[in-house]
């Protein structure tokens, strides 16, 4: 059973910063890829960031240069630290991680950035 749980999120004024953490368990997270995706107020869900095994990262143009996808593999845990937030950053964000072709999704955790 492979499950995920978000953290991190919360209220935060323009230009401020955030950490969100993603705890996996019941996974070999160490292999597999994994990311975070984010749906704003009556919106699509859209991808942030993603990181592969390797360490290999992509970005959405919207947030290039501000957000930083990183895994701690020891801990089984992934991050996504935010600078410079913007108010059209506020979303709920989801982690997620592939296992054997499979997508599994946290719950996510909602940030909001007021101006």
């Known amino acids: 059973q492979v499950q995920l749980v978000e953290s991190g999120g919360g209220l935060v004024q323009a230009g401020g910063s955030l950490r969100l953490s993603c705890a996996a368990s019941?996974?070999?997270?160490?292999?597999?890829?994994m990311g975070w995706f984010r749906q704003p107020p009556g919106n699509q869900r859209d991808l942030v960031a993603a990181?592969?095994?390797?360490?290999?990262?992509n970005y959405a143009d919207s947030v290039k240069g501000r957000f930083t996808i990183s895994r701690d593999n020891a801990k089984t845990t992934g991050y996504l630290q935010m600078n410079s937030l913007k108010p059209e950053d506020t979303a709920v964000y989801y982690c997620?991680?592939?296992?054997?072709?499979?997508?599994?999704w946290g719950k996510g955790t909602l940030v909001t950035v007021s101006s």
């Open positions: 990181i592969a095994s390797g360490g290999t990262t």
């Open positions: 997620y991680i592939d296992i054997y072709g499979v997508r599994y």
């Open positions: 019941g996974t070999i997270f160490s292999r597999a890829p």
